[in-house]
């Protein structure tokens, strides 16, 4: 076999043995934007055989989708493939005229999207959208239309699909329309099947039976797949090769298995290294908390007393219970079902679950956002339900949350600085002056470059408005953080980063979290203690150490069985 | 029977207890009203005479009127009659109100239907046109004529078209008789051409807005490209994926329209002598005939409210998301 000519990839099994199906040649994609060109995409070279499985992997802004979008030529309107080719089968596609894409799009090319939320037409039932594909390339039409669509849905995992058929897209949860988007980009036996984060939406059991699915129908209909995931544990558990990119470019390419064992790119290590599912702790172990540690760095504030002496408790929720009434619905919904929960000072406290599991209304109950329907919240020994004036602006002062999407949790005309000053503005503290001050403070706690006080959200990274979100929570010198998946859309290296920066905050000023998250790899990174939740009610709750080692209750275990690159870990 | 239950869902007996006390809020505020208006209908029928009238006389009048009870005895009185399908009796013309609503609705309604088909006919294309290339010369040349019809008052657009058409064409079909759609279809088309067209172009341009708006933000919607993934050719595309969720705002906008043209497009009809609703309140409210004003007000808000129920089913019929209970 020959050098690939990337240069980065290895000898041999990074080109397949076979003619690919795709091949993807030194292909440029340059977007036209009111700051000039951009290329996104800088001479990316991609081979998939028959039958094989290819990850592309990357961060945000690695052009990993527009490869995809440009592959089905279907680049936004001021995006434009500005050399290469891609090579489907014996077609050049970057060549071909758009009636001769139309042939070749849902026929030869499947696409899978990455929202399920938002890619099916919302006023046309899911079966009427796969007979569409049908239709449209003159394969099937009517009865027979409807029971290949039918058994497609079935193949994709959707039981009673007969019936389903009919239905509309709100009907299905995010899970099931993902399975009805992959049943229609598979619908007329493509070859090829691009698939651009079909998971990344969807809690994560649901990710692994639908990527089981997808691979199952995928090879049962002999499509090969390109997997499009920011994930590189999920990628090198589920592709026969990956591909590495970072901005725009191919830095790494190689089989699964040896790209994993022995990175040979800078970037491939870091990625490796932060991946949620390998990356090692950053706080220390509770039982060891009270033993000096080597740099003395995990021992929380008023634990370096002796013995295992746990700190005075600051957030206390006892039998919490929040019931909302839900139209159409005599029963109320129980979204918070009698839930103990306890966060030490000094502490942080992780409560775990999946879309519906009442660990968002946990949060809205600790920062009293609502009120308990039943059962109590305490903060600092008072109940917060009582707080009335003076006292509740106190309490607003020491619990501050930091939220999931700090895009849509900025004001997008506020500059950063006016951002960070407003609770201090809010609560009266200092004047304009002295306040400027404690801005500088804050933007260094955070390490953001004081250069960028006056810039406004949309000019900031994903990862930078995350610290100003981080900053301005911290304005008011709070006692008690609460995080509601405050990492969770950033990625992996920016996470890693923000990771550190709050486990740093928390040994300087003694702040305890309440994190609230999906991902119970990141919270092994950062917990002292784990509260699993599902259906409103905690199910186990325990040190992080021994919630992995020995879970107790099934659903845990599934949690953790879910998390793509536990063979990645074990290594 | 269950589709029909589906697509009635849930909220139909809170819609129409909502209904009752929209209908009774409206009447009462019409009552007031029409008592806070200086004068009575003893001033509007006789005028300064009614100043040189004997307190015995007027107290006959007041008797003979109903209008010498107490305010509340008056409405629930009058409140009565409705309920028992009594609307009152217009006093100046003997007529009762029910027999004038008889006649005047279905102008009204024809009119309404006959305008909005016009709105639809130019806005919805129009507004697929403006949107077919943004920014450009086609979308602004639309969207400018579109303002203008919006601009210009519809008294003047009726006017001025009335006019040329009588004066230089010779051609006025509202100068004769009206005939209604039963009596003399043909006449009676001509006859509502001109004012269905003149509301129908200030319905176009808030429509063709709508559309515009609409279909631009569905183009951009994810499914739409998912489709054109699965190899959509474009007129299906725009047809099956972006018009018809397209149209789900263009409803709500077009039910709105519809049931203002409901309540009597005054001045067209006014205008192009059309016996409509509208007319029968500008008439009612001339004369201080509070029967005939407070009745065809409860008319028109009974049309409100159906017209608002009949939104909804078609919105339940666009738009699958809501026909859940």
């Given at each position: ?42 001479g ?42 891609v090579?489907?089968?014996d ?17 030869r ?5 990455q ?9 046309m039932?899911?079966?009427a959208?796969i ?24 193949g ?8 389903r ?27 090829v ?23 199952e ?6 499509a ?16 026969d090769?990956?591909?590495?990119m970072?901005?725009g ?28 599912g390998v ?17 003395g ?49 000094g ?72 951002a960070?000053a407003e ?73 890693e ?12 000023l ?15 990174l ?7 939740m599902?259906?409103g009610?905690?199910?186990?709750r ?5 919630i ?7 659903y ?16 | 029977?269950?589709?029909?239950r ?14 009752v ?5 409206v ?51 009058w ?33 309404a ?12 294309p ?8 943004p920014?450009?010369?086609r ?9 203008l019809a ?34 003399d279809?043909?006449?009676n ?30 183009r ?17 595309l ?5 018009l ?24 067209a009809?006014q ?20 029967a ?6 409860l ?11 009949l939104?909804?089913?078609v ?11």
């Amino acid at each position: 076999m020959t050098t690939s000519p990337t240069g980065a990839g290895r000898p041999d099994g990074d080109r397949p043995r076979t003619t690919p199906v795709l091949s993807v040649r030194d292909l440029r994609v340059t977007f036209t934007t009111s700051h000039g060109d951009v290329e996104a995409v800088r001479g990316v070279d991609l081979d998939l055989a028959a039958g094989e499985t290819v990850a592309v992997v990357g961060e945000s802004g690695s052009g990993k989708s527009t490869v995809a979008a440009a592959v089905a030529r279907l680049l936004a309107d001021n995006g434009r493939i500005s050399g290469g080719t891609v090579t489907l089968g014996d077609l050049d596609l970057t060549a071909a005229d758009e009636r001769t894409m139309r042939g070749v799009r849902g026929r030869r090319l499947g696409m899978v999207p990455q929202d399920p939320m938002t890619n099916l037409n919302p006023v046309m039932p899911v079966g009427a959208q796969i007979v569409e594909a049908l239709e449209v390339h003159g394969l099937a039409t009517g009865r027979q239309a409807r029971e290949r669509a039918v058994a497609l849905l079935e193949g994709a995992g959707i039981e009673d699909a007969a019936t389903r058929f009919d239905q509309y897209p709100h009907e299905f949860s995010g899970g099931m329309r993902q399975r009805v988007l992959i049943a229609m980009a598979l619908a007329c036996r493509p070859g090829v099947l691009v698939a651009d984060e079909p998971t990344s939406a969807l809690d994560v059991t649901v990710q692994r039976l639908v990527l089981d699915q997808m691979a199952e129908l995928a090879s049962g209909l002999g499509a090969a797949v390109v997997l499009i995931t920011h994930d590189l544990a999920l990628a090198a558990e589920r592709a026969d090769r990956v591909v590495v990119m970072y901005r725009g470019e191919v830095v790494e390419s190689g089989p699964s298995r040896d790209l994993v064992a022995d990175p040979r790119h800078e970037y491939t290590r870091r990625l490796l290294a932060a991946a949620p599912g390998v990356a090692r702790r950053k706080v220390t172990d509770v039982a060891t908390a009270g033993r000096p540690t080597e740099d003395g760095a995990g021992g929380p504030v008023g634990a370096g007393a002796a013995g295992p002496v746990a700190p005075e408790p600051l957030l206390e929720l006892t039998g919490a219970t929040k019931r909302y009434r839900i139209r159409g619905r005599r029963e109320p919904f129980t979204a918070v079902d009698e839930v103990d929960l306890t966060v030490p000072a000094g502490r942080t406290v992780a409560v775990v679950g999946e879309s519906g599991s009442g660990k968002s209304t946990t949060a809205r109950l600790a920062l009293r956002l609502e009120d308990a329907d039943a059962g109590t919240v305490r903060f600092g020994g008072q109940d917060v339900s009582r707080l009335r004036g003076k006292a509740l602006l106190a309490f607003r002062r020491s619990v501050q949350p930091v939220f999931q999407n700090p895009y849509a949790s900025l004001d997008p005309r506020y500059t950063v600085e006016e951002a960070v000053a407003e609770p201090l503005v809010v609560h009266q503290v200092g004047d304009a002056a002295h306040r400027r001050g404690l801005v500088s403070g804050l933007l260094e706690k955070v390490a953001l470059p004081t250069a960028l006080r006056d810039r406004r959200p949309h000019e900031l990274s994903g990862g930078q408005r995350q610290r100003v979100a981080i900053a301005r929570a911290l304005a008011l010198e709070p006692r008690l953080v609460v995080l509601d998946e405050a990492v969770s859309a950033l990625d992996v290296l920016v996470q890693e980063q923000i990771l550190d920066l709050m486990v740093g905050l928390q040994r300087d000023l003694g702040l305890s979290y309440l994190f609230i998250t999906h991902d119970l790899a990141v919270v092994r990174l950062v917990a002292h203690e784990v509260y699993v939740m599902q259906r409103g009610r905690v199910v186990e709750r325990g040190e992080p150490e021994r919630i992995f080692a020995a879970p107790q209750v099934d659903y845990t275990r599934e949690l953790i069985a879910a998390i793509p690159g536990q063979g990645l870990a074990a290594r | 029977m269950t589709a029909l239950r589906t697509l009635l869902g849930h909220p139909v007996p809170r819609r129409l207890g909502e209904a009752v006390v929209t209908l009774l809020g409206v009447s009462v505020l019409t009552f007031v009203v029409l008592r806070v208006v200086p004068g009575d209908q003893i001033t509007a029928q006789y005028g300064i005479a009614a100043g040189e009238l004997s307190p015995d006389q007027i107290a006959d009048l007041e008797a003979y009127y109903g209008i010498d009870q107490p305010l509340p005895v008056q409405f629930l009185s009058w409140l009565g009659g409705v309920l028992t399908g009594n609307l009152g009796v217009s006093a100046n013309s003997g007529v009762s109100v029910a027999e004038l609503t008889a006649q005047a609705l279905p102008n009204t309604i024809e009119l309404a239907v006959l305008s909005i088909l016009v709105g639809l006919a130019l806005g919805v294309p129009g507004g697929m046109l403006a949107a077919s290339r943004p920014g450009r010369a086609r979308d602004n040349a639309t969207q400018a004529g579109s303002l203008l019809a919006l601009s210009v008052p519809s008294f003047l657009l009726a006017t001025a078209v009335a006019t040329f058409l009588a004066n230089r064409l010779g051609w006025y079909p509202n100068g004769e008789g009206y005939r209604t759609l039963l009596e003399d279809p043909w006449l009676n088309l001509q006859q509502m051409l001109l004012p269905a067209l003149v509301l129908g172009i200030s319905i176009a341009s808030p429509v063709l807005q709508t559309t515009r708006t609409a279909i631009l933000g569905v183009r951009a919607e994810d499914y739409v490209r998912t489709a054109q993934a699965k190899g959509v050719p474009a007129r299906r595309l725009q047809v099956r994926h972006v018009l018809r969720n397209a149209l789900i705002p263009v409803v709500t906008m077009t039910g709105l329209q519809f049931g203002f043209l409901l309540s009597g497009a005054l001045v067209a009809e006014q205008i192009f002598a059309i016996p409509g609703i509208g007319r029968q309140v500008l008439l009612g409210l001339g004369q201080q005939e509070y029967a005939l004003v407070q009745s065809t007000t409860l008319v028109i808000a009974v049309m409100f409210v159906l017209v608002n129920l009949l939104t909804d089913l078609v919105y339940r019929l666009v738009d699958p998301r809501v026909r859940v209970a």
